[in-house]
């Protein structure tokens, strides 16, 4: 099939046709809470994996629940010719806890207001995967020659721990020349944006017991160990909570620094201080600088506290020293760090300062970096602004995936990663939405894509 034919013509009307069947899935899918963290919600996991598997197969996939030790991963495969080539598209379907008292509706409850979707999993990451499907059903009616699987996790929010399982059960049929993921977000409404890197992530607890029970402060105070107070001290010995600064020795040592070209990159998402700090509901940051900003969320590793558990919480004071405090921690890593190494310097560290204290190993996901040029990126960059009709900036995503670095060394293929949610949609955030904008926008955008690689191995 020559480039000038394929079927793009028919393409906004098929965008329109379809809204209220993405609308109802969507909704379908919203209402189940794919809670992947809550063993509760187990059940839920369930229920959704094999509406997954439905929806698959009414486009024409062959489509199965693939078991593993934990939460099972969706596998379709299209095949239409075994002679064209294969694009595998990665999406999740587990969703955060939606426990925030800032919820306006029930989280599980979908909502459609004109062209906006409110509920949990409307943009992280259900609307963008069923968006993906819309668009798979469109390239398979129309002959583009292209043959398509999809990996559809339930597990991406507790960062991929059997996903590297799944991959190793279906290793034949897994094969595939590339890579889509629709996960990841733009910096602007107003500007595209082709993430090529994602933050790796190394997450520890910090526990110290000085004592059985709480202590009168009055009686004991000044003699007794105050395991709050210690913990708080080993922290600020760990990093400038100012200015973020990490002063752990060698945390710093093989970091990839940001090239002048990528910042100029960066800035040309069209960020914006001022949008971004409306957006995340803050009052103020660490930095004003837009370049400084950038590179902080994008290209820099992180060491953030997440909770500090101990002592009393009630209402008032109440007296006493209590006798074990927790810290919830994590870093976010940047390309050539690695997770492994980093936790040695932070145990080493903690123990050099206070060797009572117990470091918890809890996660762990290694960085990412692709390419920003190349075949596949050009075509992301056509698709982009054949459908949003603006060029894409090339970023990296400041946030994780855990499925990805599998996927690169199961796989070795390219990837690219062509997101639609954005800022104000509320990725783990309460009033979750999503809107048709970016839907429609998505779906000429996959389509397009779509078009254009299957003609780089032809």
């Not at 199965?64 to 030790?69: A, D, G, R």
């Not at 909770?307 to 007296?319: D, E, L, Q, R």
């Not at 123990?351 to 050009?378: C, I, M, Q, W």
Request: with cysteine; net charge neutral.
């Amino acid at each position: 099939m020559e480039k000038s034919s394929i079927p793009l013509k028919g393409l906004d009307a098929y965008v329109r046709s379809v809204r209220r069947e993405f609308e109802e899935k969507l909704a379908e899918l919203v209402e189940i809470p794919t809670i992947s963290m809550d063993p509760d919600r187990q059940p839920d996991i369930e229920r959704g994996a094999d509406l997954a598997v439905e929806y698959l197969k009414a486009i024409g996939a062959q489509a199965e629940k693939v078991q593993t030790s934990g939460n099972p991963v969706v596998f379709g495969q299209l095949i239409v010719d075994r002679r064209y080539p294969t694009v595998a598209i990665y999406n999740h379907l587990d969703v955060q806890p939606a426990n925030e008292p800032e919820w306006v509706r029930e989280p599980f409850t979908f909502f459609k207001h004109d062209d906006r979707y409110e509920g949990r999993g409307t943009t992280d990451d259900k609307g963008p995967a069923l968006t993906a499907l819309m668009a798979v059903r469109y390239a398979v009616d129309n002959g583009i020659p292209l043959n398509f699987k999809f990996f559809w996790e339930m597990e991406e929010e507790i960062g991929s721990p059997h996903f590297e399982q799944f991959m190793k059960k279906k290793r034949r049929e897994v094969k595939t020349d590339s890579v889509l993921v629709s996960d990841t977000i733009w910096i602007s409404r107003t500007k595209p944006a082709i993430p090529y890197g994602l933050r790796g992530l190394l997450g520890f607890t910090l526990t110290l017991e000085t004592g059985k029970k709480d202590a009168h402060s009055g009686t004991t105070g000044g003699a007794a160990r105050n395991p709050i107070g210690e913990l708080c001290q080993l922290i600020a010995q760990c990093y400038d909570a100012r200015t973020g600064r990490v002063k752990i020795p060698g945390f710093y040592r093989d970091v990839k620094r940001a090239s002048a070209e990528e910042i100029q990159n960066y800035l040309a998402s069209g960020f914006s201080v001022r949008r971004f700090m409306r957006a995340h509901e803050f009052k103020s940051l660490r930095f004003t600088d837009p370049a400084r900003v950038l590179k902080s969320i994008m290209a820099e590793p992180t060491f953030e506290v997440h909770g500090i558990v101990g002592g009393y919480v009630g209402p008032g004071v109440k007296t006493v020293i209590p006798p074990r405090a927790e810290a919830k921690i994590s870093t976010r890593l940047v390309p050539h760090q690695d997770p492994d190494k980093i936790f040695q310097l932070v145990r080493d560290f903690v123990r050099s300062k206070n060797p009572d204290v117990k470091v918890t190993h809890e996660a762990t996901l290694r960085p990412y970096l692709g390419e920003f040029t190349g075949p596949y990126a050009d075509a992301g960059r056509r698709a982009v602004t054949f459908a949003f009709g603006k060029e894409p900036a090339f970023t990296r995503e400041g946030g994780s995936i855990g499925a990805i670095v599998t996927l690169e060394e199961r796989l070795g293929v390219p990837i690219v990663f062509l997101g639609l949610s954005l800022p104000e949609h509320g990725y783990h955030a309460p009033n979750e939405n999503y809107d048709w904008g970016q839907a429609s926008g998505g779906m000429k955008m996959f389509v397009k894509y779509f078009s254009e690689i299957a003609q780089l191995n032809r």
